[in-house]
T-cell receptor, first 111, second 115 residues
């Protein structure tokens, strides 16, 4: 079946630190890959996506590259801010149009 | 923001009672989904709909039923609520445009507590 595995959190960082959240997937087929972010008390928002191998998604200083050879889609940001504190979800989509999510990683950035 | 409204936003109910959660969209998207969010599990798909009166089960459908009588509304019913159904429920919508051009939009969530 299709599944997404994320690094476990919580992750606590200082402002301006480098953030990496690992994500690997298992899929029958060639999925599109997503990172969603959930700020406290809110629903999920799409952060970035990549739809084929070697694509790089980017938004708000975050980046992730679709690596087919390692079935990975790691999220990175070079310098985090307090406002980046949130829960981050990796997800995949196949042609059945059902999103499969990882468990989520809680990130807290301290000033 | 995508026009998705979930109601109620919070509910406390007793074990064994029926509960219905509503998702309303103004985007005319064909697909609608119900997910539950639990610590350590991320979001898990309960049921989804690919059109009016067209629904299918997700990975955690036991104890839940859904109905979609019109494009804009997708109802999730817990026939007899149990404590294991205490969770945060999210509705999502999408309009498929091929796998590479489809994304989902989420509602604000409904926090359900079964006591």
């Amino acid at each position: 079946g299709n599944s997404v595995t994320q690094m476990e959190g919580p992750v606590t960082l200082s402002e301006e630190a480098f953030l990496t959240i690992n994500c690997t997937y298992t899929a029958t087929g060639y999925p599109s890959l997503f990172w969603y972010v959930q700020y406290p008390g809110e629903g999920l928002q799409l952060l970035l996506k990549a739809t084929k191998a070697d694509d790089k998604g980017s938004n708000k200083g975050f980046e992730a590259t679709y690596r087919k050879e390692t079935t990975s889609f790691h999220l990175e940001k070079g310098s985090v801010q307090v406002s980046d504190s949130a829960v981050y979800f990796c997800a995949l989509l196949l042609n059945d149009y059902k999103l499969s999510f990882g468990a989520g990683t809680t990130v807290t950035v301290r000033a | 923001d995508a026009g998705i409204t979930q109601s109620p936003r919070h509910k406390v109910t007793e074990t064994g009672t029926p509960v219905t959660l509503r998702c309303h969209q103004t985007e005319n998207h064909r697909y609608m989904y119900w997910y539950r969010q639990d610590p350590g599990h991320g979001l898990r798909l309960i049921h989804y709909s690919y059109g009016v009166k067209d629904t299918d089960k997700g990975e955690v459908s036991d104890g839940y039923s859904v109905s979609r009588s019109k494009t804009e509304d997708f109802l999730l019913t817990l026939e007899s609520a149990t404590s294991s159904q205490t969770s945060v429920y999210f509705c999502a919508i999408s309009e498929p445009k091929g796998q590479s051009n489809t994304e989902a939009f989420f509602g604000q969530g409904t926090r359900l507590t079964v006591v």
